[in-house]
């Protein structure tokens, strides 16, 4: 047989499995591939058809929610320039939403056919993990306010908790993979939620003022948490009752967290010269992130 024969026929195979699922295609996703619901051996109650396609179509419209992130971003990138420490870091942690879930949905796709049921802890479920917490902790500092030191005098409270936490989410971002290798994907979850938690309350704060302060920068910061809370929520839900439709509200719920934000980037705003950090005794800009400039 000559090599062009070969390599027909070679194409038509391929064809033919992509669009009859052969090689898990698109059409099968929505199969279950590890058995069917008499295997179901949780406690709860299984996905069914309808519920696990609204599961896979909800953990692909993160590439969509983010990917708006990504164009608000982009549409105000001279703002965010003048106005927060880092925009390079907040495109990491914007680019690492998108990774996560793309880990995530290998993992649900592989291991029990998109339910939660059982879980494995093992490298591609420990990637998610990397990069969702990591995400969360690198929001919080690429929005802290532009010419901040890190290391400074607090001058109020919340700047105390300030100086406090932002290296709490450095440790943590480098620290996660040790976390989870040790305590295991369950436990895991359980100790670097309520630092991701933190995280969320920061980025609200950070998000408000550092790009506003207006009414949209304002709800899309208080949306932002509300909604990844809510997700927070419905993992308690499902744990305590093992139903399995739940993943819907969990996944649901981190996804529509982004547009919030994204709305509120789209309106972010320079920033006013009365809000601009002034001397105490001169009146004049002080670009040292509210360290006191003497005037000897």
């Not at 879930?101 to 993992?107: D, L, V």
């Not at 902790?137 to 890190?150: D, E, H, I, Y």
Request: net charge negative; hydrophobic share 45%.
């Amino acid at each position: 047989v000559s090599p062009s024969i070969k390599i027909e026929n070679l194409k038509m195979d391929l064809n033919d499995r992509i669009l009859h699922g052969g090689f898990g295609g698109i059409s099968s996703l929505v199969e279950v591939n590890n058995g069917n619901e008499d295997d179901y051996t949780g406690d709860g109650v299984p996905l069914n058809e309808t519920t696990r396609a609204i599961v896979i179509v909800l953990h692909y419209a993160t590439f969509a929610a983010v990917g708006f992130s990504l164009y608000a971003f982009l549409k105000k990138i001279d703002v965010f320039r003048r106005r927060i420490w880092s925009p390079f870091v907040l495109l990491i942690a914007l680019t690492w939403l998108e990774i996560g879930p793309a880990f995530e949905i290998g993992n649900h796709y592989y291991e029990n056919n998109w339910q939660l049921y059982e879980s494995n802890s093992d490298l591609v479920n420990a990637s998610f993990s990397f990069f969702n917490f990591g995400a969360q902790n690198l929001l919080a500092l690429s929005l802290r306010k532009k010419g901040t030191p890190f290391f400074r005098f607090g001058t109020g409270l919340f700047d105390w908790i300030s100086i406090i936490l932002d290296p709490i989410f450095m440790i943590f971002t480098v620290a996660q993979p040790f976390v989870y290798t040790y305590l295991g994907r369950e436990t895991s979850v359980t100790f670097l939620s309520p630092v991701g938690a933190i995280a969320g309350i920061c980025t609200l704060f950070r998000v408000w003022k550092n790009l506003g302060p207006n009414m949209a920068t304002l709800l899309g910061g208080i949306l932002f948490f509300a909604l990844a809370i809510c997700g927070v929520i419905a993992l308690t839900v499902y744990r305590s009752t093992g139903y399995e439709w739940v993943h819907i509200f969990i996944g649901g719920s981190f996804v529509s967290s982004v547009i919030p934000l994204s709305i509120a980037f789209l309106n972010a705003q320079e920033e006013s010269p009365g809000d601009e950090p002034r001397d105490i005794e001169t009146g004049e800009l002080d670009h040292s992130g509210g360290i006191k400039v003497t005037t000897e």
